[in-house]
C-alpha cells in the first residue's frame, strides 16, 4: 500500500505543486497547500487505491483547502526585496518578460477570479466542473471568468490572451 502511494507521490507532486503555485501565487504556500492535500489523501489511500482517482482526489482536496484559506481573515505577508536571478540556463529573456508579466496580473486578480482562470485554462476545466469544485453556480463561473479576462486584458494588453477565449 504505501509503495502504491510513493509512487504516486514521486510522479504527481511535480504537477500538483504547479497548480498549487497558480492558486497561491507564492511558491512556499503552494508546498504547503501540496503537503496538507498529500497527507489527506494518504489518510484515505485504501479507499483510493481500490479504485479511486487519488490524483483528482488530491486535486479537489487542494481547490477546498485553498477556498478555505481565502474564506479565513488574515493579515497580508509580505517578503520584502526580489529573488536573484537564476544565471543556470540560457537567456530566455522574452518569454521570461512575459512570465513575469502573466504572473504580476494574476495576482492583481482576486482569489476566486484567479482560481477560476487557473482552473478553465490552466487545468482545462469546463465550466460545470468548475463550479462544482469551487462550489458555485456556473453563472458565478462564467462572471468570474468575464471578469478575470477583461481585467488580464486591461494589465497585460501586450500579450495576447488564449487563442479561442471570446474578446
Not at 63 to 68: A, K, P
Not at 106 to 132: G, I, K, M
Amino acid at each position: 500500500m504505501t509503495d502504491d502511494f510513493d509512487s504516486f507521490f514521486r510522479s504527481r507532486t511535480p504537477a500538483l505543486l504547479r497548480t498549487a503555485y497558480l492558486l497561491t501565487g507564492d511558491r512556499h504556500l503552494a508546498e504547503d497547500l501540496v503537503q496538507d492535500a498529500l497527507a489527506r489523501t494518504f489518510r484515505m489511500w485504501q479507499r483510493l487505491a481500490d479504485g479511486g482517482h487519488p490524483e483528482a482526489y488530491a486535486r479537489r482536496v487542494m481547490y477546498h483547502l485553498q477556498v478555505s484559506f481565502w474564506r479565513r481573515r488574515r493579515v497580508a505577508e509580505s517578503m520584502p526585496g526580489e529573488l536573484p536571478e537564476r544565471h543556470d540556463r540560457a537567456d530566455y529573456a522574452e518569454a521570461t518578460v512575459e512570465r513575469l508579466t502573466l504572473r504580476r496580473a494574476l495576482l492583481a486578480l482576486p482569489a476566486r477570479q484567479r482560481a477560476v482562470v487557473v482552473l478553465r485554462y490552466f487545468e482545462d476545466r469546463s465550466e460545470a466542473e468548475t463550479a462544482d469544485i469551487l462550489n458555485c453556480r456556473v453563472g458565478t463561473v462564467k462572471s468570474h471568468t468575464a471578469r478575470a479576462l477583461s481585467r488580464l486584458r486591461e494589465l497585460m494588453p501586450e500579450i495576447e490572451l488564449a487563442a479561442g477565449v471570446d474578446r
